[in-house]
Each structure stands twice: as C-alpha cells, then as structure tokens.
C-alpha cells in the first residue's frame, strides 16, 4: 500500500464514523425539538436523511417571493447541517425555481472548491412559507482530505484512454467539456462511502458508444467509474454503430423545393415585408402518416422570428434571407445524411407565402421540418404546464441532428439528440413521441443536470405522454404492426431488466394517476392536472422512481404536511399501490393508529359433541378393501374444532372386528406421527355408521393438517365411497408407511365438543381515521349464540357505574365488565362460535385523539346464574395508517 493511501484511509473511515455519530446525535436533537412523526429516508453510503418530511417545518408568514423563499432554504440548510452532516464542505445552489406551490432548491456538495459527486442537498419551501421537505446526500469528506494530486492531468488522460482502449478521447469536432478535479465517491453503495480524489475526463468518441466521464483516481490512476452521457430512446447502444448503413436510399429531393407566392399589390416603398411560412411536414404520432403543410411556428427569418402561426413582419421594402430550420426554441436542425437544408431568398412585399418542400417530400428533407416542429413544439407546451422557464430558455439551444446512419434507435448527450434514418423495419426516427422523449432528456439535463437511469427513461417517456395524452411512445416504432413501448403496461417496481424496461413503471403509473384524475375530476381538469404535476416534476431533478414520486406528492400538497395528505392523495395513492411504487402515507393524526386488548373473560358452560364437519357421508358404499393394517386420512383446510368423536361408514368384511380411531399430527417429512387423542369401536358385518369417542378430546386449530387413522382396515369393507369428495391419504403395511396417495373418496365425519371455553375479543385491521373499515372479532363462544358487543367511551365508568365491575354479586363468578356500553350492538356466532362487527372510520381529524373499548358479552344461559359469558376487551387508538 502506498505511503500516503493507509493515513488516509484511517482518516476517512474515522470521518465517516464521527460523522455518523454526530447525525444520529443531530438527529435525536431535532426528534426532541419537533416531535417523532417525520417520514426520513436515509442514506446507507452517507448515513444521512436525503429527505425529511411529514408534518413540516413551521416558519412565521408566508414566502413572499423567489429570493424569501431562497432565505427560508439557506437558513434550514445552516441550521440543520450536522444533521445533513455538511461537515467541512458547503452547499452550493445549482436550481432555485418556482414549482406550482412550491419553490425547489437543489445544491452540489463542494468541498475546498472541488465539486463532490453525487454529494446533494435539497429543500422545498411551501408558498406558505413553511419547509415541506428538506435532506441532503452529503458524502462525508473530513476537513483534513488532501485535494493535492499525485497524477497529472496529463497522466489522468492516459489512464482514461487505457483503461477505455481509446487512442484518442475525443473525436473531431466532437465538442469538449473541461476536465477538473473532483471529490468522487460511490454513493450507490448500500453500505458507508468513503471520498476519493478522482480527475474528471470528459470523453467523446460516439463511433464506439463512448460518450461520458471517466474518473481516474488523482493518486493511483485507476478507474473509479466511467459514466455513460448518451441515453437513448430503445435499446443497448452497442447494438446502434453510428457509423453509415450501406443501404440505397430514395430519400431527399437533391434539391431543396421552396415555393414563394409573392404579394400580388405589392407596394414599391413598402415599410416592411411580411408573410408566412410553413413546411410539409409529419403532424402526426403515426411515423408513416402523409405529410400535412404546417405552418412553422418561431422559426428563424432575417433578423425576427414568425409568430406562433408562422407569421412575419421585416423592416424594409426588399429583403434578402437565408431560411434554416433554426428558431427561437431549437438551435438548429442539421442532416448528417442528405443535405441540411439551406435557402436564400429575396422578399419584397406584405403578403409572401413560403412554402417549404412538397407534399412529396422524401424521407432526408421531411425529416427535418418534422423535428423543428416537434422540438419547437415541446419546448412551448411545457412553458404551458411548468412555473419555472429557466430551463426551457437553455433549451432554445437544443440542436437536432436527424438521418443519422444506424438503425431504430435516437439518443441524446449535451442538449444534442440524433434520430436515425430510416432501416429495415423501423421508420426515419425524426417523428412524434420519440423527438419528444429525447427533448425529455433535455429538459431533465436543463434542470439540475442530467443524471442516468430507468427514472430518466420513464420520464422521457412522461414527456411524450403528455403531450399526446397518449400512453404509447414510439407508434410503430419497429415496424408497421409493433409499437416500442405503451403506459398501459403491467409494471411493478422495481422492474427489473434495462433502464427502458425499468422506466416503464413510472410511464404506467402516470397513465393510471390520469385514469384516477379522469375518475373525479372529469377529463379536461385530469388531463391539465396530470400536466401541471408531472412536468413540474422534472424540475425536481429526481434520481429514483420513488424520489419522483415523493416529488409529485409534494408538488400536489396544499400544505407543507404531507401528513394529513394531498388534495389528490387517494388517486396518486392507488396508482401507487398498483404498480407497487413506495409513496408518502398520510398520518392525517400525530400517531399511529393501534388496537390492543386487556383484562381476562370469562367461561361458557360446556358444550356437547356435535357434528363439525363431514365427508361424503350421504354417498353409497364402495366394496373396497385394502391389505394395509393402517389408513389415514390427511384433513387440511377444517374449522376450529374439540375432536371428541369420529364416526366411519363402514362393515367388516366377516364377524366382527375392533378398530382403533386415533388423530395423529405429522413429522418433518410430512407423514402421520404422534397420537394427539384416540377411541375405539366395535365394528359388526352390517354396513353402518360406527362411532369411536376419543377418550380425551383434542382442540385442532383452525386449518391444521392433522391424520384420522384407523387400525384394522385390512379386516374391513374400507369406509368408501365410488364418488364424492377426494383426499390425500397414506397406507401403512409392511411396518412403513407409503407414498402419500390422493383421490380416495373416504365416507365419515366428527364431532367437535367446544367444552368448557373462554369467548376472545381480537380484531381485523387497525382503527384508521378515513381508511378501510376494521373489525372486532370473537371466537371460542359457544355456537349459534347471541352476543353483544359494548362498544364505549371509557374504560374506568359508565354512567354512574366504576369499571372494571365485578359480576360476582350478580351471579356470574370470575367475570367482569370491562368496558362502558354507550353502544350495544349484537351478533350472532356461526357455527364455529364465531362473530364480528366491522367499524368504517369517517376521514375527520376530529377523530384522532379518540380511544374507543369494546367488549362481548355471549349469552350463556348455562354458564352461570346471570346467563352471561363475557370476552376479554380491547382498546383502540385512532389514528393514522
């Protein structure tokens, strides 16, 4: 090891675990100051919460504009910094928008001036000006970590090309980011992280897929990680070389086709010169659709841009331009196969109609005018959903580059996207959803920066969706009859499989929030509702599907409690519970709620063998016989029952024969083992219900596989029937018992003798406040019984009367009221001697600091002189889920 590696080294985990202690320390302090209900997921690579919320930070007045709101964040982010174990390092503002009632504020992790990977903070101020969610992911960087490098950036570059097999990290005229010094650290551990000092390499050689960041460890060279910045829209990039196909293609015109209908009366002096332009272009999801002469919205003529309509005003009586397929929304459209297009004209004039190509347009042209209008059209819808428009200005930038050589794919890296020409089965990629889920990709990189994975994808996915309110991305992606992916999926999360595959569930789980939205709201409002959230989501920069969902939960509060939930919280949260995607859970009260029981009822009188169940018992006898000395017979899904008697249809095959009737449990392999209670019978010639009462009755709890078995079987005329209901059973011969056998249709039945019971009060749910109705349950009562539950407010008196009360003096020993009877509701047990009553619970916040007690009382007129057999009793808290 190095001489400087294993100081280091010491020094970082000594770090990592001081900074640990002093969160969980923080931590405890903030519980005593605000109280334990607080949702916090933590980071297990920091050991920090990356996001806390619940019932939100209260700060006085309300946020009065972007730069309060500012002050709001910097002021929780300094108090709460050992808590988000800032440490040595700072955090710097890289978003601070306005998101519907939210302003999101995203930082970067610096420490000594050198940016820390991964290392992030994050604050939401609520227009109310209260704190809806703060946290950091800030790796732990002790003040003493040395940022002076041992390996040049020379060297770094070296290392990177060598550990990547590239001569060369750049292609020409392939654009080029700055190298830097960094902070790098693996924060997709799931385990504690320790700080490296990496250099960051820019590398951009698309030819082999290689477009992204290598980090090379500033002391030993070795490649710590090396980052992907292509996301494509379909596949694996290695299956996509971008090099050019050799098929022939009929694809542009060679000649680029403008047609200008001059002004008829035009003037001489004019003051100015106006006009339309429009293009024949794809205005449809369907990629093989005819083309449709669209106006051209914000496109670039002269010195000023048409209007939404495609309208334009110059100065000037006689004005010479150059029309590109470049607008106020899209920097540029370029064709690397064909010829991008270029025209020069001279205009004079108020009335010009330029027409751009013609409806016959080959793939290389039409697939230019398609993109800028996607593009163009991406960027405007958005600014129609999303408070914030930093973003979309960065993306007047973006630039498109179509007829790319390759096949079925389109990616995007740098506010750049690349659409393949047309290949195969798969049409020009230059169309519809898929230009809008590369755009996607671009307004995830303008808002906080790109990151890479199956939220991206799903989000780019989003993009398209939304705008089409369509759930298909890619209509006949693959071919005329195979669309590339659709939100109607049945995904859960996680998904598994690639980034696209993976991205799926959050396409799927925004289509089934807008089918919820649809359910209220009706469709207009659910779909502008759909937009308004999930765009704005994008300027939260999320990095997981739950991170995104959090994301959207918050951005639909009306508060900055996502405690007592959201305005829309039952439609998020069912489309949630579908695809299996974690959530924020409503705690509309400050606790939990519960259900216990206390104290001890009191016993029933004894109850006589009955019959509990029977097996083909009104079935003809079968002339069966076996040459085993031993049946038995496996029961699996029976009721709760005292086995005190078992009673076989059956004869003996001469004379008379005594047979023992026994009920065995099982052993590890399953087969009939211990004796649990046995009887015997006396068995005559005539074909007849016999009786063996146990001598001991058994209790078999409910759904117990448990063995009747009886002895002797090879000296009778088997307890068979030729048709009913089937069982598994086993034959016991030649001292062993044989492989489990199955279809024997045995004729018997048994008895279940209840005795001497105590009737117990338990329930079925929790007692939510606006959730699922629960129950209150009982069982061990004596069948068929009336019995009445005390439903009451206290559990010390009702009315006039202490509890708990002791029934003794009223002729009912050993039992007690235990719970005030302010309501009496009744119940009849079946047959097992059981009952319940099932409670809805109102959503009202009134209701959370209520306590609730229940108690049974069975009438038992044989119990005891007052006829009443009591359960024990329960309490219930209600509260939040």
Same mark, same amino acid.
């Given at each position: 090891?190095?001489?400087?590696?294993?100081?280091?080294?010491?020094?970082?985990?000594?770090?990592?675990?001081?900074?640990?202690?002093?969160?969980?320390?923080?931590?405890?302090?903030?519980?005593?100051?605000?109280?334990?209900?607080?949702?916090?997921?933590?980071?297990?690579?920091?050991?920090?919460?990356?996001?806390?919320?619940?019932?939100?930070?209260?700060?006085?007045?309300?946020?009065?504009?972007?730069?309060?709101?500012?002050?709001?964040?910097?002021?929780?982010?300094?108090?709460?910094?050992?808590?988000?174990?800032?440490?040595?390092?700072?955090?710097?503002?890289?978003?601070?928008?306005?998101?519907?009632?939210?302003?999101?504020?995203?930082?970067?992790? !610096?420490?000594?001036?050198?940016?820390?990977?991964?290392?992030?903070?994050?604050?939401?101020?609520?227009?109310?000006?209260?704190?809806?969610?703060?946290?950091?992911?800030?790796?732990?960087?002790?003040?003493?970590?040395?940022?002076?490098?041992?390996?040049?950036?020379?060297?770094?570059?070296?290392?990177?090309?060598?550990?990547?097999?590239?001569?060369?990290?750049?292609?020409? +005229?392939?654009?080029?980011?700055?190298?830097?010094?960094?902070?790098?650290?693996?924060? *997709?551990?799931?385990?504690?992280?320790?700080?490296?000092?990496?250099?960051?390499?820019?590398?951009?050689?698309?030819?082999?897929?290689?477009?992204?960041?290598?980090?090379?460890?500033?002391?030993?060279?070795?490649?710590?990680?090396?980052?992907?910045?292509?996301?494509?829209?379909?596949?694996?990039?290695?299956?996509?070389?971008?090099?050019?196909?050799?098929?022939?293609?009929?694809? !542009?015109?060679?000649?680029?086709?403008?047609?200008?209908?001059?002004?008829?009366?035009?003037?001489?002096? *004019?003051?100015?010169?106006? @006009?339309?332009?429009?293009?024949?272009?794809?205005?449809?999801?369907?990629?093989?659709?005819?083309?449709?002469?669209?106006?051209?919205?914000?496109?670039?003529?002269?010195?000023?841009?048409?209007?939404?309509?495609?309208?334009?005003?110059?100065?000037?009586?006689?004005?010479?331009?150059?029309?590109?397929?470049v607008g106020k929304h899209i920097g540029k459209v370029t064709a690397s196969s064909g010829v991008t297009f270029s025209k020069t004209l001279t205009l004079s004039g108020s009335n010009n109609k330029i027409v751009i190509y013609t409806q016959a347009a080959p793939e290389y042209d039409r697939s230019q005018s398609t993109a800028f209008l996607y593009v163009t059209r991406c960027n405007l819808f958005m600014r129609n959903y999303m408070t914030s428009k930093s973003g979309l200005d960065k993306l007047n930038t973006f630039t498109a580059d179509v007829n790319v050589g390759g096949s079925c794919n389109a990616f995007y890296q740098n506010n750049n996207a690349r659409f393949y020409r047309k290949s195969g089965t798969c049409p020009n990629m230059a169309y519809s959803s898929i230009v809008q889920h590369e755009w996607g990709h671009g307004l995830d990189d303008s808002y906080g920066g790109l990151q890479y994975g199956e939220c991206q994808e799903g989000m780019a996915d989003a993009c398209a969706i939304m705008q089409n309110d369509d759930p298909v991305v890619g209509l006949k992606f693959f071919s005329p009859t195979r669309n590339l992916r659709t939100a109607l999926n049945t995904r859960t999360y996680p998904a598994g499989g690639g980034v696209h595959q993976q991205g799926?569930?959050?396409?799927?789980?925004?289509?089934?929030?807008?089918?919820?939205?649809?359910?209220?709201?009706?469709?207009?409002?659910?779909?502008?509702?759909?937009?308004?959230?999930?765009?704005?989501?994008?300027?939260?920069?999320?990095?997981?599907?739950?991170?995104?969902?959090?994301?959207?939960?918050?951005?639909?509060?009306?508060?900055?409690?996502? +405690?007592?939930?959201?305005?829309?919280? +039952?439609?998020?949260?069912?489309?949630?519970?579908?695809?299996?995607?974690?959530?924020?859970?409503?705690?509309?009260?400050?606790?939990?709620?519960?259900?216990?029981?206390?104290?001890?009822?009191?016993?029933?009188?004894?109850?006589?063998?009955?019959?509990?169940?029977?097996?083909?018992?009104?079935?003809?006898?079968?002339?069966?016989?076996?040459?085993?000395?031993?049946?038995?017979?496996? !029961?699996?899904?029976?009721?709760?029952?005292?086995?005190?008697?078992?009673?076989?249809?059956?004869?003996?095959?001469?004379?008379?024969?005594?047979?023992?009737?026994?009920?065995?449990?099982?052993?590890?392999?399953?087969?009939?083992?211990?004796?649990?209670?046995?009887?015997?019978?006396?068995? @005559?010639?005539?074909?007849?219900?016999?009786?063996?009462?146990?001598?001991?009755?058994?209790?078999?709890?409910?759904?117990?596989?448990?063995?009747?078995?009886?002895?002797?079987?090879?000296?009778?005329?088997?307890?068979?029937?030729?048709?009913?209901?089937?069982?598994?059973?086993?034959?016991?011969?030649?001292?062993?018992?044989?492989?489990?056998?199955?279809?024997?249709?045995?004729?018997?039945?048994?008895?279940?003798?209840?005795?001497?019971?105590?009737?117990?009060?338990?329930?079925?749910?929790?007692?939510?406040?606006? @959730? =699922?109705?629960?129950?209150?349950? =009982?069982?061990?009562?004596?069948?068929?019984?009336?019995?009445?539950?005390?439903?009451?407010?206290?559990?010390?008196?009702?009315?006039?009367?202490?509890?708990?009360?002791?029934?003794?003096?009223? *002729?009912?020993?050993?039992?007690?009221?235990?719970?005030?009877?302010?309501?009496?509701?009744?119940?009849?047990? +079946?047959?097992?001697?059981?009952?319940?009553?099932?409670?809805?619970?109102?959503?009202?916040?009134?209701?959370?600091?209520?306590?609730?007690?229940?108690?049974?009382?069975?009438?038992?007129?044989?119990?005891?002189?007052?006829?009443?057999?009591?359960?024990?009793?329960?309490?219930? =808290?209600? *509260?939040?889920?």
């Open positions: 090891m190095n001489s400087w590696l294993l100081p280091c080294l010491l020094s970082t985990l000594a770090s990592s675990a001081l900074a640990q202690k002093t969160t969980n320390v923080a931590w405890d302090a903030f519980v005593r100051e605000h109280g334990t209900e607080w949702a916090v997921e933590w980071s297990p690579a920091t050991g920090t919460p990356t996001a806390i919320y619940g019932q939100g930070l209260s700060l006085p007045g309300r946020t009065a504009n972007l730069a309060d709101a500012r002050r709001r964040s910097e002021q929780t982010l300094e108090r709460y910094a050992a808590l988000l174990g800032r440490g040595a390092s700072k955090f710097v503002e890289i978003t601070g928008e306005p998101a519907m009632r939210l302003y999101v504020f995203v930082y970067k992790q !610096e420490f000594k001036g050198l940016q820390v990977i991964d290392g992030r903070a994050d604050v939401r101020v609520h227009a109310n000006g209260g704190i809806s969610m703060f946290g950091a992911e800030a790796i732990p960087v002790p003040a003493d970590f040395n940022v002076v490098p041992t390996l040049t950036l020379a060297k770094a570059h070296k290392a990177a090309g060598r550990h990547l097999s590239l001569a060369n990290l750049h292609a020409p +005229n392939e654009p080029k980011a700055a190298d830097r010094l960094v902070v790098w650290s693996d924060v *997709g551990q799931r385990v504690p992280v320790a700080p490296r000092l990496a250099w960051d390499i820019d590398v951009g050689v698309p030819s082999v897929n290689k477009v992204g960041r290598a980090y090379i460890d500033a002391h030993t060279g070795a490649l710590l990680e090396y980052r992907n910045e292509i996301l494509n829209c379909c596949k694996r990039l290695r299956e996509a070389v971008l090099t050019p196909t050799t098929q022939p293609e009929a694809a !542009e015109s060679g000649e680029f086709y403008v047609k200008v209908i001059p002004d008829p009366s035009a003037p001489t002096n *004019g003051a100015t010169v106006d @006009g339309t332009i429009s293009a024949w272009s794809i205005n449809d999801l369907d990629p093989y659709a005819g083309l449709t002469l669209m106006p051209m919205p914000h496109f670039k003529i002269g010195t000023t841009f048409t209007d939404a309509s495609g309208k334009f005003s110059l100065p000037g009586n006689s004005v010479t331009v150059t029309l590109r397929f799926e569930t959050w396409m799927g789980w925004m289509w089934d929030c807008r089918v919820n939205f649809v359910a209220t709201h009706g469709k207009a409002k659910a779909v502008t509702l759909m937009r308004t959230l999930f765009s704005n989501v994008f300027i939260t920069s999320p990095g997981t599907q739950p991170t995104a969902v959090r994301e959207v939960f918050i951005l639909d509060d009306d508060d900055n409690i996502l +405690n007592n939930g959201t305005p829309n919280y +039952n439609d998020l949260e069912q489309a949630c519970l579908k695809r299996k995607l974690p959530y924020p859970k409503k705690k509309l009260c400050p606790h939990d709620a519960s259900f216990s029981t206390y104290g001890t009822g009191c016993q029933t009188a004894p109850q006589a063998c009955t019959v509990a169940y029977s097996q083909n018992l009104t079935q003809t006898l079968a002339n069966t016989t076996t040459t085993a000395n031993k049946v038995a017979i496996m !029961e699996v899904n029976r009721p709760r029952v005292n086995i005190c008697q078992v009673d076989l249809y059956t004869r003996a095959r001469s004379g008379s024969v005594t047979v023992n009737v026994t009920i065995a449990d099982y052993d590890t392999k399953g087969l009939p083992n211990k004796v649990l209670a046995s009887g015997s019978v006396t068995v @005559g010639s005539t074909a007849a219900v016999y009786s063996a009462k146990m001598t001991k009755p058994v209790v078999i709890d409910e759904n117990n596989i448990h063995f009747i078995v009886f002895d002797n079987a090879d000296k009778l005329v088997l307890p068979e029937t030729s048709s009913g209901n089937k069982s598994f059973y086993y034959l016991f011969q030649n001292n062993k018992w044989s492989n489990i056998g199955y279809g024997r249709t045995f004729k018997y039945r048994v008895h279940g003798d209840l005795g001497t019971q105590i009737p117990a009060l338990s329930n079925t749910g929790r007692p939510i406040v606006g @959730g =699922l109705p629960f129950s209150v349950d =009982l069982s061990h009562a004596p069948q068929k019984r009336l019995a009445v539950l005390f439903v009451g407010g206290s559990k010390t008196n009702w009315n006039t009367l202490n509890l708990p009360l002791d029934l003794t003096p009223f *002729g009912a020993p050993g039992c007690s009221l235990l719970a005030g009877g302010d309501a009496m509701l009744g119940t009849v047990t +079946n047959a097992q001697g059981n009952g319940s009553r099932q409670f809805p619970i109102p959503l009202s916040m009134s209701l959370c600091t209520l306590k609730v007690y229940f108690q049974y009382l069975v009438i038992d007129q044989k119990a005891n002189t007052l006829g009443l057999a009591l359960s024990n009793a329960g309490e219930a =808290l209600l *509260g939040s889920k």
